[in-house]
Nanobody, 123 residues
């Protein structure tokens, strides 16, 4: 069983930056495609960014493209989400997810999930 642990959330001002990290306990992440999702109150959980096992291929939602960067360090067994130029609408709980069979768009198709970390952006 893999447990994913997110860290790095918190409070930021609009225009500021935060970096989220996701690390597993119990297993290496190198064989898993990884994604970050987010869920704001009253809204669906949506995919923000994904990265392939090698890190060569990435995906970004239109809402974060050009502002967020997903990366992974397989040596440190950690996946990151660098968030720049934050906006109040980025406020949400952010979740990392791991999947052996690529990076689907629906959260329900992932093998493992973290507990989430809160990101709050003030205007």
């Amino acid at each position: 069983q893999v447990q994913l642990v997110e860290s790095g959330g918190g409070l930021a001002q609009a225009g500021g930056s935060l970096r989220l990290a996701c690390a597993p306990s119990g297993r290496t992440l190198s064989r898993y495609a990884m994604s970050w999702f987010r869920q704001a109150p009253g809204k669906e959980r949506t995919r923000v960014a994904s990265i392939s096992t090698t890190g060569i291929s990435t995906y970004y939602s239109d809402s974060v493209k050009g502002r967020f960067t997903i990366s992974r360090d397989n040596g440190k067994n950690t996946v990151y989400l660098q968030m720049n130029s934050l906006k109040p609408e980025d406020t949400a709980v952010y979740y990392c997810a791991a999947n052996l069979g690529g990076a689907p768009s629906r959260w329900s198709e992932y093998d493992y999930w973290g507990q989430g970390t809160q990101v709050t952006v003030s205007s």
